[in-house]
């Protein structure tokens, strides 16, 4: 008797809720939202060519990419390609909470979209360019454990591999380090033409600017409230600034950096260093930009005590479909990402961190119009389609 | 000591003329002009826009209270309501005459980021700042 009278109160508290939800009034933005939702498009946005590569955006180099990034002979054991972590049919990355090389990994694999407009690679922002930061899991004892001299031989040697070459950059160079860099700038180029669907946002930012009040009522009510949150209460947007919904730098957000293997992930401030000591970076020989162009970030970037513990900001475009989530994998769906914030413990924070980490305390209906938000960031992409052989 | 006000300005000779004889010679654009009882100092960005997360440089004059060049010693940028500061540390460049070049400036975040200038005549320093909405 009891429990019938739980649930029938249990049944009237939830229909309450709905019927009040239902009778809320569609949310509507200020100036100042407008100005900020505007900031996060139009999209996509117009390529951007890296003068340190001379595959960027070439036809080529981009077909020589893409043959490159599903090639497991790139790996020591033959057995490992870029597309084996980075899946296509998984917008770019694994689903699993972190990746696996030669040996099991700390971080998670990211997703690939949208790399051609970001300055720094990887979580730790070790990459200040793309071609360099596909050369990384090449030679990283971890992941594909290679070298120089194997990936060169492997280009030299399979007549496929060395038409794409030629065709993509010319006469082979005699120097295994320089097909090596051939090899990174190509699958540079593949990766940079990897841009994220137009979305459920786009098409409601693209009606909030043009006034366009079909399109506006279109967009459903839970998102346009998780919506006013990010650009509000919440100041999401002040990291994930932009079309692409990140500036591209790093924050700690109170995420343990303890490494399951043992030991601490110094994250961007041993990212710093790796990038500033790569043979492979924008001031290095092997760019093909001769002034260093595009070098000013890493000319002037500096190491600070504030960096250890943070981690690259993720852009949030396809962020329902490439979960788990933050950069160890430790949060599986976006509602433990938006409980994390709603409750994150400011004793986990480094000293001398960003103030924009503090818990938003957000009720369930918040914490749920949130996610909805996030949700409509995010649409089924179609697989790439494979650019035109032109080797046999 | 703070500066005693700050202004936008259009950087042309005529923009102060209580200084006229100092080299405000930025070219034609929009920048700021920023100023104390001891010191005036001039500025603009290039390029012209600042964008959140990209690098940029600032043209400055420096100048004392007596129309002479004076020193700029040392630039930074904080965002104060977030308690942090820039990723990325500028070069100061001299070219002569209280003329500056900063190489390496980038916002990285949207908000109100605090530029602060050290700056220098003879037994004189000073801080002056200025704010800069970035979005």
């Known amino acids: 008797m009891t429990l019938r009278w739980i649930a029938a109160g249990l049944l009237i508290a939830i229909a309450t809720v709905v019927i009040a939800a239902a009778r809320e009034p569609a949310p509507t933005f200020d100036e100042a939202e407008r100005r900020a939702?505007?900031?996060?498009?139009?999209?996509?946005?117009?390529?951007?060519?890296?003068?340190?590569?001379?595959g960027s955006g070439q036809p080529?180099?981009?077909?020589?990419?893409?043959?490159?990034?599903?090639?497991?002979?790139?790996?020591?054991?033959?057995?490992l390609a870029c597309a084996t972590c980075h899946r296509p049919d998984r917008d770019w990355t694994d689903g699993v909470a972190a990746g696996q090389g030669a040996v099991p990994l700390d971080r998670r694999t990211q997703p690939l979209w949208?790399?051609?407009?970001?300055?720094?690679?990887?979580?730790?922002?070790?990459?200040?360019s793309l071609w360099a930061q596909s050369i990384r899991p090449i030679l990283d004892p971890a992941e594909m454990a290679s070298d120089a001299r194997r990936a060169a031989r492997l280009v030299r040697e399979d007549a496929t591999l060395a038409c794409f070459h030629r065709a993509a950059f010319g006469a082979e160079p005699p120097e295994d380090e320089r097909v090596l860099v051939d090899i990174g700038k190509a699958l540079a180029a593949f990766q940079e033409t990897l841009?994220?669907?137009?979305?459920?946002?786009d098409a409601f930012r693209d009606a909030l600017i043009a006034g366009d009040a079909a399109g506006i009522a279109a967009y459903p009510d839970?998102?346009?409230?998780?919506?006013?949150?990010?650009?509000?209460?919440?100041?999401?947007a002040a990291c994930h600034f932009g079309p692409r919904f990140t500036t591209g730098e790093f924050a700690d957000v109170g995420i343990p950096f303890f490494r399951r293997s043992g030991g601490v992930d110094p994250g961007r401030f041993e990212g710093i260093a790796q990038a500033l000591a790569n043979p492979f970076n924008r001031l290095g020989s092997h760019s093909d930009s001769a002034d260093g162009a595009g070098a000013t970030r890493l000319r002037h970037v500096e190491r600070q005590h504030r960096n250890f513990g943070e981690f690259k900001i993720p852009g949030l475009r396809q962020v329902a479909r490439t979960g788990p989530y933050m950069h160890d994998g430790s949060k599986p769906t976006l509602e433990s990402v938006v409980e994390h914030y709603s409750t994150v413990s400011l004793d986990c924070l480094h000293g001398n961190t960003e103030r924009l980490v503090r818990p938003l305390g957000l009720t369930p209906g918040e914490s749920a119009d949130l996610v909805a938000f996030l949700r409509s960031l995010s649409v089924e992409a179609p697989l790439?389609?494979?650019?035109?052989?032109?080797?046999? | 000591m703070r500066a005693v006000l700050t202004a936008l300005a259009m950087l042309v000779a005529t923009s102060a003329p209580?200084?006229?004889?100092?080299?405000?010679?930025?070219?034609?654009?929009?920048?700021?002009?920023?100023?104390?009882?001891?010191?005036?100092?001039?500025?603009?960005?290039?390029?012209?826009?600042?964008?959140v997360g990209e690098p940029f440089a600032l043209l400055l004059n420096v100048c004392d209270r007596r129309n002479q060049p004076a020193q700029l010693v040392a630039i930074d940028a904080t965002m104060p309501e977030h308690a942090h500061g820039m990723n990325y540390r500028p070069r100061l460049i001299d070219l002569g005459d209280g003329r500056y070049r900063v190489e390496g400036m980038v916002f990285h975040m949207p908000g109100r980021w605090e530029l602060a200038l050290d700056v220098r005549s003879g037994d004189t320093t000073e801080r002056l700042t200025h704010d800069m909405m970035v979005q």
């Open chain 2, 18 to 51: 209580a200084v006229a004889n100092c080299p405000l010679d930025l070219g034609r654009g929009l920048g700021w002009a920023v100023f104390s009882s001891q010191h005036l100092l001039a500025m603009r960005p290039d390029p012209p826009q600042i964008e």
């Open chain 1, 37 to 54: 939702i505007a900031a996060h498009g139009p999209w996509p946005p117009a390529p951007r060519r890296d003068l340190s590569n001379r």
């Open chain 1, 60 to 79: 080529a180099a981009i077909a020589f990419g893409a043959r490159l990034f599903a090639e497991p002979r790139l790996s020591a054991d033959g057995r």
């Open chain 1, 114 to 128: 949208n790399l051609g407009h970001a300055a720094w690679f990887g979580w730790a922002g070790q990459g200040d």
């Open chain 1, 222 to 236: 839970d998102a346009k409230r998780g919506l006013k949150l990010f650009v509000g209460r919440g100041e999401c």
């Open chain 1, 384 to 392: 790439p389609v494979a650019p035109p052989a032109t080797c046999p």
């Open chain 1, 195 to 201: 841009v994220s669907p137009r979305t459920p946002f």
